[in-house]
């Protein structure tokens, strides 16, 4: 069980539990075509924005597995929502689960991304105990690998065209990181 303290907070950021006030935020980073490049679903209309932060608003702790926590990134000083982060708890049995980042573009390239998910990490081996994290990416998509092997995380799998995405054929990049590695970096 996992039932953050909110917010959480980094050097230049805050973590923390999505409010129905993020929507125009929210929304102009799920609608934006340089986010969804590499996701499963096209840009969303503002009414696929409302069910999601519905959905992700909901989802403030993890009780059980099959849960997704979810968390708005927000820059301390200015409090504008730049970021989505995800942790879904997998398995109790196998103490496994996996994290999912999302950045408004206009935000890339100042380390916030590797910021906020080192407490996504830090909550998944220390606040839930994890053994063992994943992160998947689509291969074309560099910044998020990048992401990953940045953090320590291990190149595991590379699967080629392995999910039919957007009509194509996709290949998928898995990355690890297992709790000892998290104490040892």
């Known amino acids: 069980m996992l039932r953050p303290s909110y917010p959480i907070r980094t050097a230049r950021l805050q973590l923390r539990p999505f409010t129905p006030g993020d929507l125009a935020a929210f929304h102009a980073i799920h609608s934006h075509p340089e986010v969804t490049r590499y996701l499963y679903w096209e840009p969303h209309t503002r009414d696929e924005s ?19 926590l979810a968390l708005a990134v927000e820059l301390t ?5 730049i970021g989505d982060l995800t942790l879904q708890w997998i398995s109790a049995e196998h103490d496994s689960g996996e994290i999912g980042v999302v950045f408004d573009p206009r935000h890339h390239g100042h380390g916030y991304a590797a910021e906020a998910t080192r407490e996504l990490l830090k909550l998944s081996f220390d606040g ?13 998509n560099i910044a998020s690998a990048s992401l990953m092997e940045g953090l320590g995380m291990r190149r595991e799998a590379h699967l080629r065209e392995n999910e039919r995405v957007k009509g194509e054929w996709t290949d998928e990049l898995v990355y690890a990181m297992l709790a000892t590695e998290w104490t040892r970096r």
Do not use: F, N, Y
């Not at 000083?77 to 929502?81: A, I, P």
């Open 77 to 81: 000083e200015s409090r504008e929502l």
């Open 50 to 68: 409302v069910l999601s932060l519905q959905r992700k608003s909901a989802s403030a702790e993890l009780t059980e597995p099959g849960e997704t």
């Open 128 to 140: 839930l105990g994890l053994h063992r994290v994943i992160g998947r990416c689509d291969a074309r």
